[in-house]
């Protein structure tokens, strides 16, 4: 049960169950949970324990290489094929159950990120930049979902485009990580297209950028002043990794931006409910 939970990435589950629940909340200026916003965070929970399912098992290959045999599931052999094939057809279905008891265009959306992540490992991750940017869209999807669910999707807007930003960043550095594995199975993404250090700094110049942006937009959008002073410290998470980047330090710094999108999804919520 446990690598099944790993296989499906329980914990990002979680994130994105909660980004969706923080974008209806965005949107409705309140901490209220209307049934509409609980289905949309389950179709987002099915959603993507099929998106991550089908991830692992293309990059089953490259797995073995980047992680080892103490890895990921599937690529060590402590989970059969079969079990993960099950994990996709189990999680679209919770996915479009959940989404059709929201609306059409939630279900289509649905559909749509779900194409995103079903085509990413086979077909994106290969396209270096442009796959990376299309999986920081859906990756960041959670807050404009919660928006639609509660019917006002203008509200998610500025949600989405910081979440996907940071997203697109991570994305990158993951791959820098990757780089080994993806190589083996001749995959050119961004780091193996112009070199690791290259795909860096890359990554610390979207870092830096996110600064002023995750200021404007929201000024912007009049964001109380309960967001910046939550926000600041997924600021400095992030200017702390640019920094590790430019320097060429590259552990930890996924995890760091994770935590930065955590609370960056906290300022969020306190930019309009506090």
């Not at 099915?46 to 290959?61: K, L, M």
């Not at 989405?160 to 791959?175: G, P, Q, S």
């Not at 931006?257 to 969020?268: C, D, F, N, S, T």
């Amino acid at each position: 049960m446990i690598d099944v939970l790993r296989l499906i990435r329980a914990h990002n589950l979680l994130v994105a169950a909660a980004g969706v629940l923080a974008g209806g909340w965005i949107a409705l200026g309140a901490l209220a949970t209307p049934k509409l916003l609980l289905f949309a965070a389950v179709a987002a929970v099915g959603f993507g324990a099929a998106g991550n399912a089908v991830n692992d098992i293309w990059d089953a290959a490259a797995d073995r290489v980047n992680r080892g045999p103490s890895g990921r599931p599937l690529a060590a052999g402590r989970l059969a094929r079969g079990t993960a094939d099950l994990c996709v057809v189990d999680g679209t279905l919770v996915g479009l159950g959940a989404a059709a008891l929201v609306s059409g265009t939630a279900l289509f959306v649905g559909l749509g990120a779900l194409g995103v992540m079903m085509l990413y490992s086979p077909v994106l991750k290969r396209r270096g930049f442009a796959g990376n940017a299309a999986v920081a869209l859906v990756a960041g999807l959670p807050l404009l979902y919660g928006a639609l669910a509660v019917g006002r999707p203008a509200s998610g807007l500025v949600p989405w485009t910081l979440a996907a930003w940071l997203h697109l960043m991570r994305e990158i550095v993951k791959d820098v990580d990757d780089e080994p594995g993806d190589r083996v199975i001749g995959r050119r993404t961004l780091p193996v297209a112009i070199g690791s250090r290259g795909a860096a700094l890359v990554a610390a110049a979207l870092g830096l950028a996110f600064v002023p942006l995750s200021l404007a937009l929201p000024f912007a959008a009049r964001y109380r002043g309960a967001y910046y002073v939550v926000a600041v410290f997924a600021q400095l998470a992030v200017l702390l990794v640019a920094s590790r980047l430019i320097t060429g330090r590259m552990g930890r710094n996924s995890s760091l931006l994770k935590g930065a999108m955590i609370v960056g999804m906290v300022a969020l919520v306190a930019g309009r409910v506090a």
